[in-house]
């Protein structure tokens, strides 16, 4: 283990105890659950005289609409809600409120189906056919379900592990077509949303910022920025054998709301790689000129990067994140890095203000990637740097280990970055060390589509 350490400089003031995860969460929360409440009052007022079957299907049938709507805005990939709860955690609970969506649709036809088969003579199977034949809407709405069920069902851990993400995506973009079967379902047969003018409108407008959100959060904001900037390739430097930066530049670089700890998804438009996307952070701050990612060969995409061209032009979705300095809640930090996940972790270093403590993790000194330049960043910065270097056992960050490099541990905020294993280990330290769960910062790499 190697440490560079300087003097501790005065401690700035203690930044705001607002938190914009807590606003942006609970401000979520809240129009939720006021759209429940919507949505409820507006089924009741339609009448509850049908039988309890009917009405069982026809709640979930609107409440099923709503997730659905609420879905899209958490995939929607809107700054706003991006830089202060990040897509991971919102692409997380947009595929929880995914399973629900599904229960509530399957719910609803089951519902319906064997509602309207208790006061005919048909048996179920023959019920929905029926209904799908002589019902306008219904069999748009049993395309839907299907379509929800197949995303479903590759959306599965054990499943979504055995598809390539390219593959993964294209079925899950199917979703987008059952939502229009779904919303046109709704404006065919939905009782509910023709019973009053205001039942019209409601709907209508929670379907159009919904829709709205996805077109603007993932079509239009994403070719503005990049008609505006034209990114390309302006160098490529190998930091190792299989570590390489990729320097971009661009017009108005000032003017992209990017910051450090942020990622983007690149495609580099080659003939051979222009569909592929890939999530890379930043692994140097803005600085209005020139962006630059640095990435090890993990995958055929990222090993491609070694093979691009100065003047490559450059389609850049972003940025998303919200591991950065908006959330702080104490005046000094702690920068925990493992591997590769060191370069947003070199990017935070520039920004954070306070005394900072940089504990880097990996297999040798040669695993170091970007190792001198955080050795003099700190030391412009009055920073301390750990290398902390050695086989996975023994857990060198484990409570006695990390509590010996940073003994105030407790009372900085702590950014997170490495291997889903290592951030794991270390978020249990740091439970056993009682630091506030409020001052741990981590973001795992999580797309939806």
């Known amino acids: 283990m190697t440490t560079a350490q300087q003097v501790r400089p005065p401690t700035p003031p203690t930044p705001s ?15 939720l659950a006021a759209n429940v409440a919507v949505v409820t009052v507006l089924f009741l007022q339609a009448g509850t005289g049908s039988s309890a079957l009917l009405l069982l299907g026809r709640l979930t049938g609107l409440y099923g609409a709503l997730v ?11 700054p706003w809600l991006d830089r202060r709860i990040g897509m991971d955690r919102l692409t997380s609970w947009h595929r929880w409120t995914g399973f629900l969506l599904l229960w509530m649709l399957v719910g609803h036809g089951v519902f319906i189906t064997f509602g309207y088969a208790a006061y005919s003579s048909m048996d179920p199977v023959n019920q929905l056919v029926d209904l799908a034949e002589t019902v306008e809407g219904v069999l748009r709405a049993v395309v839907a379900l299907v379509l929800i069920m197949v995303v479903g069902a590759v959306s599965v851990r054990s499943a979504r592990r055995r598809l390539a993400y390219e593959t993964w995506h294209f079925i899950h973009l199917y979703t987008y077509l059952a939502v229009v079967l779904a919303f046109t379902h709704q404006v065919a047969a939905g009782t509910t949303f023709t019973t009053s003018p205001a039942a019209t409108v409601y709907w209508y407008a929670l379907w159009g910022v919904a829709l709205g959100s996805v077109l603007v959060g993932r079509v239009v904001l994403p070719l503005w920025r990049n008609w505006r900037h034209q990114l ?25 709301p990017a910051r450090a700890g942020q990622f983007f998804l690149w495609r580099f438009l080659t003939r051979d790689r222009w569909w592929q996307a890939n999530p890379f952070s930043l692994s140097a701050a803005p600085d209005g ?8 060969a993990a995958g055929e995409g990222s ?5 691009l061209k100065p003047g490559t032009r450059v389609f850049a979705e972003g940025p998303y994140g919200a591991f950065t300095t908006l959330h702080r809640t104490r005046p000094d930090a702690l920068l925990i890095a493992g591997g590769v996940g060191v370069t947003p972790i070199r990017a935070l270093l520039e920004e954070v203000h306070g005394h900072a403590v940089v504990v880097y993790r990996v297999g ?14 700190a030391r412009a910065r009055d920073a301390e740097l750990h290398l902390v270097t050695g086989p996975p056992t023994p857990d060198r960050l484990a409570a006695d280990g990390l509590s010996a490099l940073v003994p105030d541990v407790a009372d900085r905020d702590v950014y997170v970055c490495g291997p889903p294993g290592m951030t794991t280990a270390v978020l249990r330290t740091l439970r056993e060390l009682g630091v506030p769960r409020a001052q741990v910062h981590f973001e795992r790499f999580s797309l939806a589509g």
Request: proline share 3%; no cysteine; aromatic share 4%.
């Open 289 to 296: 000129t020139r962006l630059r990612l640095t990435a090890k």
């Open 68 to 78: 659905m709507a609420f879905q899209l805005v958490l995939v929607a990939r809107l």
């Open 364 to 377: 040798s000194e040669g695993d170091a990637v970007l190792h001198d330049e955080l050795r003099e960043l």
């Open 303 to 307: 090993a491609s990067l070694r093979h």
């Open 232 to 256: 390309r390739v302006e160098a490529v430097v190998p930091e190792s054998d299989n570590v390489v930066s990729v320097y971009m530049t661009g017009r108005d670089l000032d003017r992209l």
């Open 17 to 31: 105890a607002i938190r914009p995860r807590v606003v942006a969460r609970t401000g979520l929360y809240a129009v």
